[in-house]
C-alpha cells in the first residue's frame, strides 16, 4: 500500500502544525515534559521533529517520539507512527507495519485523540495567557454553553 504524498501532506495539515511563535521556549518545555512521560508532549515533539519547526527535522527523532507516546495510547502518536512506516521516514518503509498502527490508532478510541488534542491546546493557551485573561475566557464559556442550551443566538 502506497501513500500519496499529497495525502499524507493534508492529513498532517488536518491534524495541525505547530505556530511559530516562541518556539525555543515551547520546545524546550515540550522536551522537559517529553522526558517526564507526558504522552502529548512526546507527541508534540515528535510533530516538531517531522516538520523541523522549531529543531532540526529529524524523522528518527519524530518516530522516537511518536514510538514513546504511541506506546502510552496516544491515537495520534500511533496514526503519525504508521505514516512514517508508510513512507519510510525514520525507519524502513514497512506497509503491514503502518498498517498495524494505523489501525492501532482507529482501535485506540478516536474520542480519547480529540480530548488530547484539546487538552493540549488549552495547556498551550495557558502559557500564553494571564490568570484574568484565563478567568474571563472560563467565564464566556460558561456563558457561550448557557446559550447554546438555551438555543439562542451567540454574542
Do not use: C, H
Not at 515528535?46 to 529529524?58: K, P, Q, R, T, W
Amino acid at each position: 500500500m502506497k501513500i500519496a504524498p499529497t495525502i499524507i501532506a493534508l492529513l498532517l495539515l488536518a491534524l495541525g502544525a505547530t505556530n511559530a511563535q516562541g518556539q525555543n521556549s515551547r520546545i524546550q518545555r515540550l522536551q522537559e515534559k517529553a522526558e517526564e512521560g507526558d504522552s502529548y508532549a512526546q507527541l508534540r515533539l515528535g510533530m516538531a521533529y517531522d516538520s523541523g519547526e522549531g529543531v532540526i527535522e529529524n524523522y528518527a527523532q519524530a518516530v522516537y517520539w511518536y514510538r514513546k507516546a504511541s506506546m502510552q495510547g496516544n491515537a495520534q502518536a500511533q496514526f503519525r507512527l504508521g505514516l512514517a512506516y508508510a513512507l519510510g521516514q525514520g525507519v524502513d518503509q514497512d506497509d503491514q507495519e503502518a498498517y498495524s498502527w494505523i489501525i492501532l490508532a482507529k482501535a485506540t478510541n478516536e474520542l480519547k485523540m480529540v480530548v488530547a488534542l484539546i487538552d493540549g491546546a488549552l495547556e498551550d493557551l495557558r502559557d500564553e495567557l494571564t490568570p484574568t485573561q484565563i478567568t474571563q475566557a472560563q467565564k464566556r464559556a460558561s456563558k457561550l454553553l448557557e446559550q447554546i442550551q438555551a438555543n439562542t443566538p451567540l454574542n
